[in-house]
């Protein structure tokens, strides 16, 4: 049983297009986030939520919405996409709020033409 | 936004050596932890620490939370080819319910069989 999976793996789409990546765990945590991975392999801290309440929004581009219909659940959409957006997407899931131990997704690599 | 001094950056070793790598930071920690992200993979939690002087194994993995706790260390010993991949330290401050995990850059380990 996958404890964090995301969909798609591979996302491959124009500049301009809007897309959706969707994460889930199966590991009953309160807590989940949206990392990005970008090509120098840095991780960076994107959103976060606790039983679905938003609670860590850094500084990113408004074109990036999470949702979280459960806490079991945490979706990404991107609105015009641009080049720059092109980098790994890792899904993660903790415990607790401000949890350390997480629990990261396999990533999902985007790549905008 | 903030991050971990972590190095060496990269290293290229023979199967069998000992590894090190360490991570220096300019605030206090209450919480390092090490981390391995293998090719294409999310990350995996590999060690947590949470004492000054704390000093914890995981098989041939040996990690030392800083008395200072300001830094940490990760050993690897008798290297195999399986421990290729990017090593990340990530420190946690005390801040409530929205403290969020400060990344090291990762250290990419190459064995040579």
């Known amino acids: 049983d996958t404890a964090v999976s995301q969909t798609p793996k591979y996302l491959v789409t124009q500049m301009g297009n809007d897309k959706s990546i969707k994460c889930e765990q199966n590991?009953?945590?309160?807590?989940m986030y949206w990392y990005k991975q970008d090509s120098k392999k840095f991780l960076k801290i994107m959103f976060s939520y606790n039983n679905k309440e938003l609670i860590i929004n850094e500084t990113v581009p408004n074109r990036f919405s999470p949702k979280s219909p459960d806490k079991a659940h945490l979706n990404l959409h991107i609105n015009s996409l641009e080049l720059g957006d092109s980098a790994v997407y890792f899904c993660a899931s903790s415990r607790l709020a401000g949890g350390n131990e997480q629990f990261f997704g396999p990533g999902t690599r985007l790549t905008v033409l | 936004g903030q991050q971990l001094n972590q190095s060496p950056q990269s290293m290229f070793i023979q199967e069998g050596e000992d590894v090190s790598m360490n991570c220096t930071s300019s605030s206090i920690f209450n919480t390092w932890l090490w981390y391995k992200q293998d090719p294409g993979e999310g990350p995996v939690l590999l060690i947590a620490l949470y004492k000054a002087g704390e000093l914890t194994s995981n098989g041939r993995l040996t990690a030392q939370f800083g008395i200072t706790r300001k830094d940490s260390f990760l050993n690897i010993s008798a290297s195999i080819p399986s421990d290729v991949g990017i090593y990340f330290c990530a420190g946690q401050l005390n801040a409530g319910n929205n403290r969020k995990l400060i990344w090291g850059l990762g250290t990419s380990l190459a064995v040579n069989p």
């Open positions: 590991l009953g945590h309160d807590t």
